[in-house]
């Protein structure tokens, strides 16, 4: 038997359509989508690569356990809140991995096209309320959203590290490359700058990150 379509289910349930019950149910149906777009990260374990929802449980997790890392005034509801949300566009944009340069032309548009669909399929002032969310999260301008992009960065971190050089070691990817990747933290969680540099020069002496290449003179 095939599953029916998200809209054909809701409608199944005896639900009114186009209410708000089932706005908000078609959506969730369209956010379950993201377990089956792939990262390039893998687990800690190395066994697999993580899934977008996966990365997003991890890092509001992360939010949750790292507020005491929080710069001063961060609203931690709004912060979790964010995370959830701030990657649901790769269900149609896809997982675009960040030391890709040719596969991030482009990407801001096609993101802004999927954020227009599904945050359009809710009711609008909850529409309004989500989008605004993850629209904040990429701007990054926020103190809320300069912490979230933080521990965005810092989760794949971790997640290289502690599993032995992962997407590092298989991608070639260069201590400035890395650098370069985790310097929101710098400003968004500057207490775990510290240990950021650390995990680098240890993920660099172990081998799994490649050194950068001579200056040119």
Same mark, same amino acid.
């Given at each position: 038997m095939t599953a029916p379509a998200a809209s054909d289910a809701v409608a199944a349930a005896g639900v009114d359509a186009e209410g708000p019950l089932a706005r908000r149910i078609r959506f969730a149906l369209e956010a379950d989508r993201l377990k089956a777009v792939l990262r390039r990260t893998r687990l800690v374990d190395g066994s697999r690569l993580e899934n977008s929802a996966e990365h997003s449980w991890h890092v509001a997790l992360l939010a949750v356990l790292l507020q005491d890392a929080a710069p001063a005034g961060v609203d931690h509801a709004r912060?979790?809140?964010? /995370?959830?949300?701030? +990657? /649901?566009?790769?269900? +149609?944009?896809?997982?675009?991995?960040?030391?890709?340069a040719d596969a991030n032309r482009g990407r801001e548009d096609r993101e802004q096209v999927a954020a227009a669909r599904l945050f359009g399929i809710l009711p609008a002032e909850q529409a309004r309320e989500l989008a605004a969310l993850w629209e904040e999260f990429e701007a990054a301008e926020s103190t809320d959203a300069r912490f979230a992009a933080a521990l965005d960065r810092f989760q794949p971190l971790l997640q290289n590290f502690y599993g032995g050089g992962g997407s590092w070691r298989e991608h070639g990817?260069?201590?400035?490359?890395v650098l370069r990747r985790m310097d929101p933290i710098r400003e968004g969680a500057p207490a775990l700058w510290p240990l950021v540099l650390d995990v680098v020069d240890r993920a660099c002496q172990a081998g799994w990150i490649a050194p950068d290449a001579p200056a040119t003179p």
């Open positions: 912060v979790l809140r964010m /995370l959830l949300v701030h +990657d /649901l566009v790769e269900v +149609d944009a896809g997982d675009t991995f960040c030391y890709d990817i260069t201590r400035a490359q």
